[in-house]
């Protein structure tokens, strides 16, 4: 795996302003990727993962919503400051993108081959022949069977797991530095969940492209990330290499999700434990740690401190908690 750093996320802030208040979606937030690696971000429904993603590709809708701070260095151009015709040159070309439910991304009046054509035209500048045999490859590449005759379906000939194979073809396309997915397994069952995740996994490494897997599920991601980032309440409360979050969760955030994880190595009668409580209002988010109302490990300092910084407990491992949750002390 590559040292260089493609990619990096610093302070990145996304509010969206409403008439029932600021949702604080994306807070503080920061990360790095490097080239050719897989880095996870997990966490529930609503903790702001998805936004954090689209504030990467300046996809956020102005208004309601906006980023208020921060920079994104993509190598070493800050995303930020780029014009609008720069920025549109990076979407796809440099950066491609496979969105949750590929039926809202693709064009349901025209055909599959037309709308890989169209990008390659776009972004590569071919000509209509050499696009159009360079997207029988790409439809090949991700496993689409007979694809000189598919390439001329529509969108709703095909499963949802294909589908998102489609998605995944146009993210590709370009042979981009980095691939952002979006909880691209979640309209599929669990089968076509890991053919997807191996899919991506495979064609990325092939042609060298880094890649961000956004999900909430933890499972799913324990095979193919190098890296793990766990959010909660718009921020990073714990991230460090796969096998230490796996095997050393030091947040009782993380040590919840990984409970509520089947494993096929318990005993069948082992029961999940779910986190009880629900998430927190990002309208009116605590000045205190976000998890505290919900975790069975606060001491008194959780209850009277600000939100816990980020802290090194072990090389690459940081976790943003006062408590030492394997010895119940204060860290």
Not at 82 to 106: A, C, D, T, W, Y
């Amino acid at each position: 795996m590559s040292t260089i750093t493609l990619l990096e996320v610093n302070h990145l802030t996304t509010y969206f302003y409403t008439p029932a208040g600021v949702v604080k979606a994306v807070d503080n937030m920061s990360y790095d990727v490097n080239e050719s690696e897989i880095v996870a971000i997990v966490g529930e429904s609503g903790c702001g993962k998805s936004v954090s993603a689209l504030s990467i590709l300046r996809l956020i809708p102005e208004p309601p919503g906006k980023i208020v701070n921060g920079q994104i260095l993509f190598e070493g151009r800050d995303l930020l400051k780029l014009e609008g015709k720069e920025m549109r040159h990076v979407r796809g070309n440099k950066i491609g993108m496979v969105f949750q439910e590929p039926m809202r991304s693709l064009n349901p009046v025209l055909s599959i081959g037309r709308q890989v054509i169209e990008t390659l035209e776009l972004h590569l500048k071919m000509d209509r022949a050499s696009a159009k045999k360079k997207a029988i490859e790409l439809l090949r590449l991700v496993g689409i069977s007979d694809a000189p005759r598919r390439i001329h379906s529509y969108p709703h000939e095909f499963s949802g797991g294909m589908r998102q194979r489609v998605m995944i073809a146009m993210a590709l396309s370009c042979n981009p530095k980095l691939l952002i997915a979006d909880e691209p397994t979640t309209s599929v069952d669990v089968t076509i969940q890991a053919q997807l995740f191996k899919l991506m996994r495979d064609t990325t490494q092939q042609l060298g492209t880094a890649l961000i897997v956004i999900t909430h599920n933890l499972g799913v991601v324990a095979r193919y990330a190098q890296r793990v980032n766990v959010m909660y309440a718009g921020r990073i409360i714990e991230r460090g290499p796969a096998k230490d979050i796996y095997g050393d969760a030091r947040h009782p955030y993380t040590k919840g999700l990984l409970a509520a994880v089947p494993r096929l190595d318990e005993p069948r009668r082992v029961t999940l434990v779910p986190i009880e409580g629900v998430p927190p209002d990002l309208f009116n988010l605590p000045g205190t740690c976000a998890f505290l109302p919900r975790c069975g490990y606060a001491i008194g300092k959780c209850q009277e401190e600000l939100w816990p910084k980020l802290v090194t407990v072990a090389e690459g491992h940081e976790v943003a908690c006062y408590v030492d949750i394997r010895e119940k002390r204060e860290l």
